[in-house]
């Protein structure tokens, strides 16, 4: 079983849509997080939840919006995708830590 | 501040070489420290923490709070221990990453 679960693995869109990442974990974890992996493989923090509330946002465009609607699972919801936006996006979980990672979603804008 | 140094970026060496992953950190409180290493388009995996005081894969870290280090370190590099290695800093309520380094072991 799959601890941590991202859909989709790959994206490709055009600048301008909106699209969603989903993330699930089936760990029981209260803490769920996402992390952007810009091209040059630096690893950062963009929004973390503790059941279902936001804890921390980090600087990151309104353009992004996280959704939690159970524990469980930490949505991440992208609108005007522009060509910056390409990066590797990592959901994780963690219940004290250290956090737990899911597969990434590699997305692609063009 | 948390904040998580790692001062080179690459580091190639040949099989059976040993090797030396530095990690420097700054953090007011007591800090918890990691190690993840991510294989060529795989997820992030833990490889170490601090607290454990484990060796896996052969490979060992030591916290030293004078110096402020989290260095990996591993004897006898192999082949498959090519991946990018990132040290992290858990303060508060978020992990904080260095920018990783990526290590090539040669036959």
């Known amino acids: 079983d799959t601890a941590v679960s991202q859909t989709p693995k790959y994206l490709v869109t055009q600048m301008g849509n909106d699209k969603s990442i989903k993330c699930e974990q089936n760990?029981?974890?209260?803490?769920m997080y996402w992390y952007k992996q810009d091209s040059k493989k630096f690893l950062k923090i963009m929004f973390s939840?503790?059941?279902?509330?936001?804890?921390i946002n980090e600087t990151v465009p309104n353009r992004f919006s996280p959704k939690s609607p159970d524990k469980a699972h930490l949505n991440l919801h992208i609108n005007s995708l522009e060509l910056g936006d390409s990066a590797v996006y990592f959901c994780?979980?963690?219940?004290?830590?250290?956090?737990?990672f899911g597969s990434g979603t590699r997305l692609t804008v063009v | 501040a948390q904040r998580v140094t790692q001062p080179e970026k690459l580091l190639s060496v040949f099989k059976g070489a040993p090797v030396e992953l530095k990690c420097n950190y700054s953090?007011?409180?007591?800090?918890?420290l990691f190690w993840y290493v991510q294989y060529s388009r795989q997820r992030l995996q833990l490889l170490l923490r601090?607290?454990s005081r484990e060796s896996i894969k052969g490979f060992t870290a030591d916290l030293n709070k004078g110096e402020t280090s989290f260095h990996l370190k591993k004897p006898f590099a192999q082949e498959e221990d090519s991946a990018m290695y990132y040290c992290?800093?858990?303060?508060?309520?978020?992990?904080?990453f260095g920018k990783g380094m990526k290590l090539t072991v040669n036959p």
């Open positions: 994780a979980s963690s219940q004290d830590r250290p956090p737990t």
């Open positions: 760990l029981g974890h209260d803490t």
């Open positions: 939840y503790n059941n279902k509330e936001l804890i």
């Open positions: 953090y007011s409180g007591s800090p918890e």
């Open positions: 601090h607290i």
């Open positions: 992290a800093l858990c303060g508060s309520e978020k992990l904080v």
